[in-house]
C-alpha cells in the first residue's frame, strides 16, 4: 500500500515549537493535531465554557493528495474526561482546501475547560475517498429491511 504524503505548510505566525500532527505509537490510526494559539494567547491559553464552539487554529495548511481526504475526530480523552468534542465529527478536510487547519470544538461538559498552547486538540484520519454518480431511477431493489427507517434493525 502506497503511503500518502500530506505537505504541510506553516503559517507566518504559528509557533515552529508547534509539533506537527504526528502518530503517538506505531499501531495508531490518528495522528495527533495541536493547538498553535495566537501569540497573544500563548502564555495564559484561552477558556473553552460549556456548550461553547470555538475554532482553535493549528498554524498549519495542507495538500491532501487527490483521492483522499483528511477527517478530523475527537481525541477519546478530552471526550470522557472533559467532554471535549466535534461538533461536526467527524470533519472533512477535502484534497482541493488549501486554507487554514481549524478544527472545532465544543464543550459538552459542565465545566469550562482551558485550551492550552500546544495542546493535542483532535486527531486526523487520512482516508481513500471514492467518488460516486447519482441517477435518478424508477425502482429501488428489494431487501430484506426495505424501508425500515431508525432503529428497525434490533431492539432497544
Known amino acids: 500500500m502506497n503511503t500518502p504524503t500530506i505537505?504541510?505548510?506553516r503559517e507566518d505566525w504559528a509557533d515552529p515549537e508547534i509539533a506537527l500532527p504526528r502518530y503517538e505509537t506505531?499501531?495508531?490510526a490518528g495522528a495527533d493535531i495541536r493547538a498553535n494559539l495566537a501569540p497573544e494567547d500563548r502564555v495564559s491559553g484561552f477558556t473553552l465554557y460549556p456548550m461553547q464552539r470555538v475554532i482553535v487554529p493549528t498554524g498549519l495548511r495542507v495538500e491532501i493528495p487527490e483521492g483522499f481526504e483528511?477527517?478530523?475526530r475527537p481525541r477519546s480523552?478530552?471526550?470522557l474526561k472533559h467532554g471535549i468534542s466535534l461538533p461536526n465529527t467527524p470533519g472533512t478536510i477535502d484534497a482541493d482546501y488549501?486554507?487554514?487547519?481549524?478544527?472545532?470544538?465544543?464543550n459538552l461538559g459542565r465545566e469550562p475547560y482551558l485550551i492550552e498552547h500546544g495542546a493535542r486538540i483532535a486527531q486526523a484520519i487520512i482516508a481513500p475517498v471514492v467518488q460516486a454518480r447519482f441517477e435518478i431511477t424508477e425502482e429501488l431493489g428489494e431487501t430484506a429491511r426495505g424501508a425500515g427507517g431508525f432503529g428497525s434493525t434490533g431492539k432497544g
Open 26 to 28: 506505531h499501531g495508531a
Open 98 to 106: 488549501r486554507g487554514p487547519l481549524g478544527v472545532l470544538l465544543i
Open 70 to 72: 483528511m477527517q478530523i
Open 7 to 9: 505537505k504541510v505548510l
Open 77 to 79: 480523552g478530552l471526550a
